[in-house]
């Protein structure tokens, strides 16, 4: 049993991840779902040698039947938990459903500052001092899942998009694999609902 990350961009996050998983994890990264061909994270999945599928959610009918083909996929592989890494949609009833409260995602403010596309830029825009970083549970809404941990940055007057994205994106690196890791080994606790169930 292991774990897929699902993700449609560069993927620096997918390869900090895949490499603590394989050093430190009690489970592994074993596959990364995608669904943009051409994608940088596929090539950061070759390099690694982890297993992918892109699947293109125009080739189907609809969200319920592109998600169906996912979770066959997932099932395939024996997947027990998602990591959400710059994965750039919304998870539908089907995917929810079948895996509850074992979704997780990183988004790159304080949440529930800057929800959605852009964050980086809107805090910068808003003009705050802070930003940061949350780890957060998937629910059916845009980044308003509980939070699992933040790490706060400092936005300095001189930061520019560039800049400020650099800074989010090193505590990012640190942050995701870090608490995957205390949720894996039992370190923070899991979701209430999960807790209650097994125990
Ligand atoms: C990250 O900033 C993440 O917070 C957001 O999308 C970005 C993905 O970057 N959800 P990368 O593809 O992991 O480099």
Redesign the pocket.
Known sequence: MSIAIF?S??????EVLADQSRRQWPKEVSLLICDRPGA??LERAERLGIPTVTLVPKNYENKAKYEEAILSTLQEYGIEWIL???YMRLIGPTLLQAYPWRIL????SLLPAFQGKDAIQKALEYGVRWTG?TVHWIDEGVDTGPIVDQKPVLVEPDDTLETLTKK??FV?HNLYPNTVYKLLTGRIPDHPSVSRSSG
Do not use: M, Y
Not at 105 to 108: A, D, K, Q, S
């Open positions: 993700a961009g560069s993927g620096s996050n997918f940088g994270v959400l890494a710059g995602n990183i988004h790159p970083v989010v994106q990012e």
